[in-house]
């Protein structure tokens, strides 16, 4: 099991940057594929990006491609979600997940496929 702790989140200008960070205890989270979901008001959580435990491949929503860089650093039993660019439409509670399981394609992006989840981390964007 394994427990995780989302920080970093915060009040930012279209345009601005910020990074999340997803900290790891409990099992390492080298043992887990990890994700970044986000949920904004009265919408369903929806995937943002995900990276493997196998040769750090990474996945991303359309939205965030060329915007948003996840990576971890198993020594640290820690991910982070870059973001640059952000834009009005990116305000949301973000959330950090593990999963063991192993998926391809879409399977990846559905929040069924992760076990653990953080508490979320809100991230607010303004113009």
Do not use: H
């Not at 959580?45 to 359309?62: G, K, M, N, P």
């Amino acid at each position: 099991q394994v427990q995780l702790v989302e920080s970093g989140g915060g009040s930012v200008q279209v345009g601005g940057s910020l990074r999340l960070s997803c900290a790891a205890s409990g099992r390492t989270s080298s043992m887990y594929d990890m994700a970044w979901f986000r949920q904004a008001p009265g919408k369903e959580r929806e995937f943002v990006a995900r990276i493997t435990r196998i040769r750090d491949s990474t996945l991303y929503t359309d939205s965030v491609k060329g915007r948003f860089t996840i990576s971890r650093d198993n020594a640290k039993n820690t991910v982070y979600l870059q973001m640059n660019s952000l834009k009005l439409e990116d305000t949301a509670v973000y959330y950090c997940a593990a999963g063991r399981n192993p998926c391809s394609g879409s399977w990846c992006t559905r929040t069924a496929q992760y076990e653990y989840w953080g508490q979320g981390t809100q991230v607010t964007v303004s113009s």
